[in-house]
């Protein structure tokens, strides 16, 4: 069995680690530094760790506001909460004048868990790849988090990350893991089917891809961790290769990695295309296994609809 | 202040009303109302206070002034083409499809604008984070907002008001410009956001109410903000929208509409005649 590590836990550490590394990183929370663990760089750098109190739109262009006098601010609150709450407000202050601003947006997705509704954030994928010239990332797991963060701090412009709540599974080895800033990770090849997702999902395809196999299919896995920029070379080229795709994200399958892998295939590979997502709801209370089950976000259903997207190639 | 600085500070404010008047009446749109309501502080900060240098727009020490009330655009222009940021002839070309100088401020493409704004209430947070940043880098250089009374309505306001205070910007200063009209009407009518200086004195601020067509008061209270340590500033400026302007002072209609020909001449003559006047 794997090591387990949320990606918030990740995200909290790498910030803690990259302070000392860049001196120009700072840090603004809204009252949530516990749960989106920016406490632990408050921890190593208090004097660069700005809580803003429960004021998220304040705190967005406040980090606009900083980032203008040459420091980098990551500003961190639940996806919810930022992508949803302080959209007006990351488009305005920080997308339209293209500032070097980090959000970094813990708790996205279903896996939220027991809080619910209100606090499952399942738009901000689709919100966030809208603004013009927004760098949209979801990290599959804890050494891609750290990664991404340091690609983050290295990248000039807007950068939108989401991490996760609940523990998941360490993929990647932090001593060899290469990340690229809308490069897609070849998890898996295969010849039959693709599977392309990001976040959680990563993982769970991985699952689908094994019983998959015990039907004889032959899925490619996929990790998509940027969804803007998308990795369209890559897309498109295992489109043509496998020529049947399924997605898998933890958001409505409205407007997210499905909506923008479709987009990618229609006009130049346009084959079959299934989306696997919480599909145009909200989501509601529970422990993360079954609330995975209740919405489809598992193996089981991955599989199922690679057997269907097969089914429907010309 | 001498009689000479302030005779060359209203033929500033004066050349500002103008330009604002031109920008307006080429666009055939525009905000004059609350435009020309801020052109005596504008005059005076871009004149007297901010340390800023339209040959380096972008040197990192520069005092910051953000125009949290975007919508009076023209405004900022004028002052910035007064100072030599951008070529005067192009104020023309305000809110023009092939002009840089959008309908409301943009950061990137207007040398000397200092924050893209427009969307009320985002201005002054960003102003706020500036002025941390300054605390951050230890750098002495001092941020200054626009807020219009209308805005204050944003709750956005009040949230920037409470960080402001809480992390002791005394580096920022804020203007609301209180000439008592919004789109809609009056504010008291609309959204009655008095008793604005309570509202920022419980917030932590250190508040000064002045005459803001007078530059004496506004020479004082500037220099007060700048002496104020361990809180950030707030200054009310009781305004008449429209100043200067006869047929638009204190007329909510002013506010985003453009003059047309007949009245432009007409506003442009006024200001003439009062730009002869400074030296009668």
Same mark, same amino acid.
């Given at each position: 069995?794997?090591?387990?590590?949320?990606?918030?836990?990740?995200?909290?550490?790498?910030?803690?680690?990259?302070?000392?590394?860049?001196?120009?990183?700072?840090?603004?929370?809204?009252?949530?530094?516990?749960?989106?663990?920016?406490?632990?760089?408050?921890?190593?750098?208090?004097?660069?760790?700005?809580?803003?109190?429960?004021?998220?739109?304040?705190?967005?262009?406040?980090?606009?506001?900083?980032?203008?006098?040459?420091?980098?601010?990551?500003?961190?609150?639940?996806?919810?909460?930022?992508?949803?709450?302080?959209?007006?407000?990351?488009?305005?202050?920080?997308?339209?004048?293209?500032?070097?601003?980090?959000?970094?947006?813990?708790?996205?997705?279903?896996?939220?868990?027991?809080?619910?509704?209100?606090?499952?954030?399942?738009?901000?994928?689709?919100?966030?790849?809208?603004?013009?010239?927004?760098?949209?990332?979801?990290?599959?797991?804890?050494?891609?988090?750290?990664?991404?963060?340091?690609?983050?701090?290295?990248?000039?412009?807007?950068?939108?990350?989401?991490?996760?709540?609940?523990?998941?599974?360490?993929?990647?080895?932090?001593?060899?893991?290469?990340?690229?800033?809308?490069?897609?990770?070849?998890?898996?090849?295969?010849?039959?089917?693709?599977?392309?997702?990001?976040?959680?999902?990563?993982?769970?395809?991985?699952?689908?891809?094994?019983?998959?196999?015990?039907?004889?299919?032959?899925?490619?896995?996929?990790?998509?961790?940027?969804?803007?920029?998308?990795?369209?070379?890559?897309?498109?080229?295992?489109?043509?290769?496998?020529?049947?795709?399924?997605?898998?994200?933890?958001?409505?399958?409205?407007?997210?990695?499905?909506?923008?892998?479709?987009?990618?295939?229609?006009?130049?590979?346009?084959?079959?295309?299934?989306?696997?997502?919480?599909?145009?709801?909200?989501?509601?209370?529970?422990?993360?296994?079954?609330?995975?089950?209740?919405?489809?976000?598992?193996?089981?259903?991955?599989?199922?609809?690679?057997?269907?997207?097969?089914?429907?190639?010309? | 202040?001498?009689?000479?600085?302030?005779?060359?500070?209203?033929?500033?404010?004066?050349?500002?009303?103008?330009?604002?008047?031109?920008?307006?009446?080429?666009?055939?749109?525009?905000?004059?109302?609350?435009?020309?309501?801020?052109?005596?502080?504008?005059?005076?900060?871009?004149?007297?206070?901010?340390?800023?240098?339209?040959?380096?727009?972008?040197?990192? !020490?520069?005092?910051?002034?953000? &125009?949290?009330? /975007?919508?009076? #655009?023209? %405004?900022?222009? =004028?002052?910035? *083409?007064?100072?030599?940021?951008?070529?005067?002839?192009?104020?023309?070309?305000?809110?023009?499809?092939?002009?840089?100088?959008?309908?409301?401020?943009?950061?990137?493409?207007?040398?000397?604008? !200092?924050?893209?704004?427009?969307? &009320?209430?985002? /201005?002054?947070? #960003?102003? %706020?984070?500036? =002025?941390?940043? *300054?605390?951050?880098?230890?750098?002495?250089?001092?941020?200054?907002?626009?807020?219009?009374?209308?805005?204050?309505?944003?709750?956005?306001?009040?949230?920037?008001?409470?960080?402001?205070?809480?992390?002791?910007?005394?580096?920022?200063?804020?203007?609301?410009?209180?000439?008592?009209?919004?789109?809609?009407?009056?504010?008291?009518?609309?959204?009655?956001?008095?008793?604005?200086?309570?509202?920022?004195?419980?917030?932590?601020?250190?508040?000064?109410?002045?005459?803001?067509?007078?530059?004496?008061?506004?020479?004082?209270?500037?220099?007060?903000?700048?002496?104020?340590?361990?809180?950030?500033?707030?200054?009310?400026?009781?305004?008449?929208?429209?100043?200067?302007?006869?047929?638009?002072?204190?007329?909510?209609?002013?506010?985003?509409?453009?003059?047309?020909?007949?009245?432009?001449?007409?506003?442009?003559?006024?200001?003439?005649?009062?730009?002869?006047?400074?030296?009668?």
């Amino acid at each position: 069995m794997a090591d387990k590590k949320a990606t918030r836990e990740a995200y909290g550490e790498a910030l803690a680690e990259f302070g000392a590394k860049y001196d120009k990183l700072v840090v603004l929370d809204a009252d949530l530094a516990g749960a989106t663990k920016t406490a632990t760089f408050k921890k190593a750098f208090p004097e660069r760790h700005f809580d803003c109190g429960i004021a998220e739109g304040n705190m967005v262009s406040a980090a606009a506001g900083l980032s203008t006098t040459g420091l980098i601010p990551f500003a961190s609150s639940f996806a919810m909460f930022l992508a949803g709450r302080a959209f007006e407000q990351i488009r305005n202050s920080i997308g339209y004048p293209h500032l070097n601003v980090k959000l970094g947006a813990t708790h996205g997705g279903i896996t939220v868990g027991e809080d619910g509704a209100t606090h499952q954030c399942l738009e901000d994928f689709s919100v966030m790849r809208t603004i013009p010239g927004m760098t949209v990332i979801c990290p599959a797991d804890a050494t891609e988090t750290r990664a991404a963060v340091e690609a983050a701090i290295n990248f000039v412009g807007p950068v939108y990350l989401r991490f996760g709540r609940a523990a998941t599974p360490v993929l990647f080895d932090k001593e060899t893991y290469k990340f690229e800033i809308g490069k897609g990770v070849v998890m898996a090849d295969g010849a039959d089917v693709t599977i392309a997702a990001n976040g959680y999902m990563v993982d769970i395809a991985l699952q689908a891809r094994e019983l998959l196999k015990n039907d004889g299919i032959d899925a490619a896995v996929l990790n998509i961790h940027t969804i803007k920029p998308l990795d369209n070379e890559l897309i498109l080229s295992y489109a043509n290769k496998t020529g049947a795709i399924v997605t898998a994200e933890e958001h409505n399958i409205i407007g997210g990695l499905g909506s923008a892998v479709c987009e990618a295939v229609c006009a130049v590979a346009p084959v079959p295309v299934l989306r696997v997502g919480v599909n145009d709801q909200f989501g509601r209370s529970g422990k993360v296994p079954p609330l995975l089950e209740y919405y489809g976000l598992t193996a089981a259903n991955i599989a199922e609809n690679c057997k269907k997207a097969i089914s429907l190639k010309k | 202040m001498t009689t000479e600085k302030k005779k060359e500070l209203m033929r500033l404010a004066t050349h500002i009303r103008m330009d604002i008047l031109t920008e307006v009446y080429s666009a055939n749109s525009g905000h004059p109302g609350g435009s020309l309501s801020i052109a005596d502080t504008l005059a005076y900060l871009y004149s007297e206070v901010l340390r800023v240098d339209p040959e380096k727009p972008a040197c990192p !020490d520069r005092d910051r002034f953000v &125009l949290s009330k /975007g919508h009076t #655009a023209p %405004a900022l222009y =004028a002052v910035l *083409a007064e100072r030599g940021f951008i070529p005067k002839e192009d104020l023309t070309g305000f809110r023009n499809i092939n002009s840089y100088l959008q309908g409301h401020p943009d950061m990137k493409h207007t040398p000397g604008c !200092d924050m893209t704004s427009g969307s &009320l209430g985002l /201005g002054i947070s #960003a102003a %706020a984070g500036m =002025a941390l940043g *300054a605390k951050i880098q230890g750098k002495d250089f001092r941020v200054y907002a626009m807020l219009g009374d209308g805005e204050l309505a944003e709750g956005q306001v009040w949230e920037a008001s409470m960080f402001s205070a809480h992390y002791k910007l005394d580096n920022l200063c804020a203007f609301v410009d209180w000439n008592g009209l919004q789109i809609d009407g009056r504010i008291v009518d609309v959204m009655n956001s008095t008793p604005i200086d309570k509202k920022f004195r419980a917030f932590g601020w250190y508040v000064q109410v002045i005459n803001g067509h007078d530059f004496d008061e506004i020479e004082k209270a500037v220099g007060k903000a700048k002496k104020t340590k361990g809180k950030p500033s707030v200054i009310i400026l009781k305004t008449v929208k429209g100043k200067g302007v006869s047929y638009m002072e204190d007329k909510a209609s002013w506010h985003g509409a453009a003059p047309n020909e007949e009245q432009y001449k007409l506003g442009m003559a006024e200001l003439n005649a009062a730009l002869e006047a400074i030296d009668a």
